[in-house]
C-alpha cells in the first residue's frame, strides 16, 4: 500500500526510487527533504536530517506503517529542521520562489540588537 506524509519541507514515502519514478515498496521509506528549497543546507546538517530519520524510523520499528506513524515521523522532522535553523545551522535561501518564512522571521543581527535573538 501507497502511503506518504507531506509537511512543508518534508516528504516522506513508502516507495523507493527507481529510473526517476517512485515505486511502491512495503519495504522502504523514501525522505525528500526541502521540495522547495526554501533553505540553504550544508551537507552536515542535510546529513543530521537523514540520520534523525533513521533515528525515528528505528524508534517506530515494529508499528503498523500507517498514516499517522507517518504524518508523526514528518512532525518530528519539521521540528527538528526548526531547530537547525534557530542554531544557524540552516538560513533561508532568499532566492526561493517561495519566502513565506514558514519556521519564523529571519534574525539579522545589527549593532543595535547583537546578541538580542540568543536562545
Same mark, same amino acid.
Given at each position: 500500500? &501507497?502511503?506518504?506524509?507531506?509537511? *512543508?519541507?518534508? *516528504? ?7 529510473? !526517476?519514478?517512485?515505486?511502491?515498496? %512495503? ?6 527533504? %526541502?521540495?522547495?528549497?526554501?533553505? !540553504?543546507?550544508?551537507?552536515?546538517? @542535510?546529513? +543530521?536530517?537523514?540520520? +534523525? &530519520? %533513521?533515528? @525515528? ?13 507517518? *504524518? ?11 531547530? @537547525? ?5 540552516? $538560513?533561508?535561501?532568499? +532566492?526561493?520562489?517561495? @519566502? ?6 529571519? +534574525?539579522?543581527? $545589527?549593532? %543595535? ?7
Amino acid at each position: 500500500m &501507497f502511503v506518504k506524509s507531506t509537511t *512543508r519541507h518534508v *516528504r516522506i514515502y513508502t516507495a523507493e526510487i527507481q529510473n !526517476n519514478e517512485l515505486v511502491e515498496s %512495503d519495504n522502504m521509506l523514501t525522505l525528500d527533504v %526541502d521540495p522547495d528549497n526554501e533553505f !540553504n543546507w550544508e551537507e552536515d546538517a @542535510l546529513q +543530521k536530517v537523514y540520520r +534523525k &530519520f %533513521d533515528e @525515528l524510523v528505528e524508534s517506530a520499528s515494529g508499528e503498523e506503517l500507517s498514516d499517522y506513524n507517518l *504524518r508523526r515521523i514528518g512532525s518530528d522532522l519539521e521540528h527538528f529542521i526548526r531547530s @537547525l535553523l534557530q542554531k544557524g545551522e540552516i $538560513s533561508y535561501n532568499l +532566492k526561493s520562489r517561495v @519566502l513565506n518564512y514558514s519556521m519564523g522571521l529571519p +534574525k539579522v543581527e $545589527s549593532p %543595535d540588537t547583537e546578541g538580542a535573538y540568543n536562545l
